[in-house]
């Protein structure tokens, strides 16, 4: 994906698409013709796709365009997350990890 403002946001989101076997090679060469989308698992009948986009409407349009790849039967959004770029580049917190021997952990990222 191409570099966004500062103050944009990204729409991070996955989809479960279920297609004929005959449309693996279709669909696969889609999503390689779109830089916002990468084929997160390619199934037989169903595939995983990530979309990374700078809106909401971006993301909608990749459900439609999937759609209308031949032998397509259904393109299920799972999941969508949406938050400043910003945001994306901040350290994570520390976090403590308790074990089930009861030891706690520092994790950092």
């Known amino acids: 994906m191409s ?23 279709a669909l696969a060469a889609m999503i390689d013709a779109h830089d916002d989308l990468d084929l997160a698992l390619r199934g037989g009948t169903r595939s995983v796709v990530i979309c990374e986009s700078a809106d909401r409407h971006a993301v909608m349009d990749r459900v439609d365009a ?10 299920l959004l799972v999941y969508h997350h949406a938050e400043p770029a910003h945001a994306l580049d ?13 030891d706690a952990h520092e994790h950092t990222s």
């Open 90 to 102: 901040a350290p994570l917190p520390s976090l403590s990890i308790v074990s089930a021997t009861g």
């Open 3 to 25: 570099r966004l403002r500062p103050d944009a946001d990204v729409h991070i989101a996955s989809f479960v698409i279920q297609h004929r076997d005959t449309a693996a090679d």
């Open 66 to 75: 999937l759609q209308a790849v031949p032998g397509v039967l259904n393109v």
